[in-house]
């Protein structure tokens, strides 16, 4: 079945890349020479194969850059590319088309997708800072705390060493008494993430109390989970791996994946903690947030839908899960949801924002 399921997907995929292929050919001039169309179909096979190769050859960084860059004009074009047509079929009806209507069509879509895609790579590495205020009924040792999260980095090749660096100098102008990062650091490559000097960067991050991390779908790569954690761990975070913590009065929890098979049910996680004191969750995807509020947490933070990265995602985001993006309260539960900080595939946004989160918490007995 998801053999099946597989081959139908790339056959779609091929499908409306041959699509593409096409509609851009017609728009070039007249009989082009017989080795000018044959260097044309090996680019276009090459880049629109080469994010799926890039992938599967983990080595061959090359691949993956054209491939990323090329989901981001594939999805544009995708988008423009229909409604050209539909245009161009109601002007010949109106008696209005010509060679030359479709050429200015042609030229139209390719300086539009230039800017469209522009603009989608500067909300993609021009990150805002989302701010909210909770308040805990429950009584701490202190009496509020600065929070600042962010998560789905995806630090590697595309969200590299610059986004890294513009991320700790931007947690640290807000002066953190706690740093949260509810998964997703890296993208799937370890040793992209060592390579690029992340290490070093990411202990640049001051927080009064410290940086807490959990783990997320991407925070995986071929070798152990313990190297990443090692790793994460000389970045200056505390990974809780289905672990908690104690911070000041305040129990700090941190899941594994929804994804990893080995999770333990939260009540376990929090087996011997004081529930009658804040408790805090990081979980990378949210949708346990039933669970959450019975376990009897009070602010839990995730990532993961990247409030859909490029439209309509958000719509499908909305619809998979209850909190997608933003803050919701579900009893005396808080849920807060970031779009992330990086970006997964195409580096582009269309439809959100790369954000850092900064929420104010109270505590109030």
Known sequence: MFIAAGIAILLVYALLVYYIGRSLWKWMSPKPARWLKAAYIIILTVVSTSFILGRFFGGVTILSMIGSYWMALFYVLILLLPLTHLLLWVMKLASLHSHRTEKRAGITVLVLSAAIIGFGIYNAYSPVVRSYEVTIPKAADV??????????????????????????????????????????????????????????????????????????????????????????????????????????????????????????????????????????????????????????????????????????????????FENDWGYLQKGSMHSIVTSGYGFWGPPIRLGSRSEIVQIEVTFQP
């Open 143 to 320: 009496e509020s705390l600065n929070i600042v999260m962010a998560a789905d980095m995806h630090f590697g090749l595309l969200s590299g060493a610059g986004h890294a660096e513009r991320m700790v100098e931007e947690m640290n102008r807000l002066q953190p008494d706690l740093v949260l990062i509810p998964g997703d650091v890296i993208d799937d490559d370890l040793e992209a993430y060592l390579d690029l000097g992340m290490v070093e960067l990411l202990k640049g991050i001051q927080s009064k109390y410290g940086v807490y991390t959990s783990l997320g779908n991407h925070d995986r790569f071929d070798g152990e989970i313990t190297e990443l954690i090692a790793a994460l761990e000389q970045s200056g975070m505390q990974v809780l791996y289905d672990e908690t913590a104690e911070v000041q009065g305040i129990t700090i929890a941190g899941r594994r994946d929804k994804q990893d098979a080995g999770r333990a049910g939260l009540s376990q996680i929090l087996s011997g903690r004081d529930l009658t004191a804040p408790v805090l969750l990081l979980d990378h995807q949210p949708n346990a947030l039933d669970e959450a509020q019975e376990a009897g947490t009070d602010l839990v933070v995730s990532g993961h839908t990247h409030n859909g990265q490029v439209f309509p995602g958000n719509l499908i985001t909305g619809a998979l």
